[in-house]
């Protein structure tokens, strides 16, 4: 008889470490073309389909590339169908999010999974760490991120990031680039969503004289430029598929060839690349390459949405929090006993843009807040930045006062996005550079 798994259970052992404890299970194969395979499941996750990738391989034809996968949490442990062609079914019935424990049988196409106990508990020990290059985060899920980045950023492997916009993905690329070998090395970014399609090749690999158009020069590519360091290709998601077999030859051979030349260069290269998209369902959709994906994906991590580490909020807004005061200089330790009074309400609101939302609504309340107020005393800074934030988020703003907050914002992410290049945001946004240029001035967002 099926029974759902207990939820694991974190604790603080005797000498500091977080420890993890859950329970052992495996996964058997009951039916299909692969019966009496079994693989055992670890602590957080485990993918099950066709593609090598995964952690159980099926080769039965109506299984899908990335059919289902198996995670852990608090509650306990979670099958998820991942948009399966043919589904995912318990006692015939088809499936998207459940939970499930030791003696339920998943059907894939004309296959069956059980799962089994797999003999008592186990225990997973976490490092006591509440960051990573500029990552913050206590919860469980971030603990067990940052120590999996520690270990990536210390191999050569190339590293696939995972997760919705605004949750980090950059922020872990330049960590795992500043933890690494090459930390000395140079860190270019390049967004595969920015570039027209028609010059993401030129961009990519560089190009010679007269190789199109408007090439009156030679000009390296963003490979070129990263050579001995590291490259982040942003939005990778985002590659035309016509250049994602170009792309693949380079991380496979390590040379690349300038568009119109006959001689490929040598490239020394890491790769780290990241996109919003579910990769696993573009390869079912046929919409990304398998062989690129299980090519850039040696390791796989994914950064969670907000809405998943509630428990961090308060520790990320006080943290923008104090960034922001700290600009007008003066003690800000005043702060630190009163995180969960001033920030705790903003665990039980939604947060679609992530931390990234986050950091802007903190950043929004204190820039409309009271100046006296939050330069009185400590309590009066309290109440002034609780009432601040509530006024904000509540969206009881001036009409014209919303509208410059999103342009800055806008602008500053723009900006962001495309390392304050001028030229290439303004393309990005439409308009004339020396548009975008009166406006990054009016809203001083550049030295200068």
Same mark, same amino acid.
């Given at each position: ?147 999996? *980045? %520690?270990?990536? +950023? !210390?191999?050569?492997?190339? @590293? ?6 605004? /949750?980090?993905? =950059? #922020? ?84 690349? *060839? %300038?568009?119109? +030349? !006959?001689?490929?260069?040598? @490239? ?6 990241? /996109?919003?998209? =579910? #990769? ?84 929004? *309340?204190?820039?409309? +807040?009271?100046?006296?107020a939050l330069a009185g005393d400590p309590l009066a800074r309290l109440v002034e930045l609780r009432g601040s934030l509530r006024r904000t988020r509540r969206g009881r703003l001036p009409l014209e006062t919303a509208r410059t907050e999103f342009d800055r914002e806008y602008l500053r992410d723009l ?34």
């Amino acid at each position: 008889m099926a029974r759902q798994l207990a939820a694991q259970t974190t604790f603080v052992g005797p000498d500091g470490p977080l420890r993890v404890r859950y329970e052992r299970l495996r996964l058997r194969v009951i039916r299909g073309p692969d019966a009496g395979a079994t693989v055992a499941m670890a602590a957080d996750d485990l993918g099950i389909g066709s593609h090598p990738s995964n952690q159980l391989v099926l080769t039965d034809a109506r299984v899908s590339r990335f059919h289902a996968r198996l995670t852990r949490d608090d509650r306990g442990l979670r099958a998820l169908d991942l948009d399966s062609a043919n589904g995912t079914r318990i006692h015939g019935v088809a499936i998207r999010d459940v939970f499930v424990g030791a003696g339920h049988v998943l059907e894939l196409g004309d296959s069956a999974v059980e799962v089994e106990a797999d003999g008592g508990d186990a225990e997973e020990e976490l490092p006591p760490i509440d960051h990573f290059g500029e990552l913050l985060g206590r919860s469980l899920v971030m603990q067990r991120l940052f120590a999996t *980045a %520690r270990r990536a +950023a !210390a191999a050569t492997s190339t @590293v696939l990031l995972l997760g919705e916009t605004g /949750t980090g993905k =950059d #922020l872990l690329a330049r960590a795992i680039h500043g933890h690494g070998p090459r930390a000395a090395g140079p860190f270019v970014v390049f967004d595969c969503g920015a570039v027209a399609p028609t010059l993401v090749e030129s961009a990519l690999f560089g190009h010679v004289r007269g190789a199109f158009t408007g090439a009156d020069a030679d000009r390296p590519g963003v490979f070129e430029l990263a050579h001995g360091g590291t490259l982040f290709l942003d939005e990778i998601g985002e590659l035309p598929l016509t250049l994602q077999p170009k792309l693949l030859r380079a991380l496979e051979t390590g040379t690349i *060839a %300038r568009v119109g +030349a !006959a001689t490929p260069v040598a @490239v020394d290269v890491r790769i780290i690349a990241a /996109t919003h998209r =579910d #990769l696993r369902a573009e390869v079912d959709a046929e919409r990304f390459r398998a062989d690129l994906y299980y090519r850039l994906a040696v390791i796989a991590l994914a950064l969670p949405a907000l809405r998943d580490r509630g428990e961090d909020i308060p520790l990320l807004a006080a943290h923008f929090a104090r960034n922001v005061l700290a600009r007008a200089g003066g003690d800000l330790t005043w702060l630190l006993p009163h995180l969960d009074d001033a920030f705790g309400p903003l665990r039980g609101q939604a947060w679609p843009g992530n931390v990234r939302e986050l950091r802007n609504a903190i950043e929004r *309340a204190i820039a409309l +807040a009271d100046p006296s107020a939050l330069a009185g005393d400590p309590l009066a800074r309290l109440v002034e930045l609780r009432g601040s934030l509530r006024r904000t988020r509540r969206g009881r703003l001036p009409l014209e006062t919303a509208r410059t907050e999103f342009d800055r914002e806008y602008l500053r992410d723009l900006l962001t996005d495309t390392g304050g290049d001028l030229r290439a945001a303004a393309e990005q946004a439409g308009v004339h550079p020396k548009s975008l240029e009166r406006l990054v001035r009016r809203y001083r967002l550049r030295d200068g």
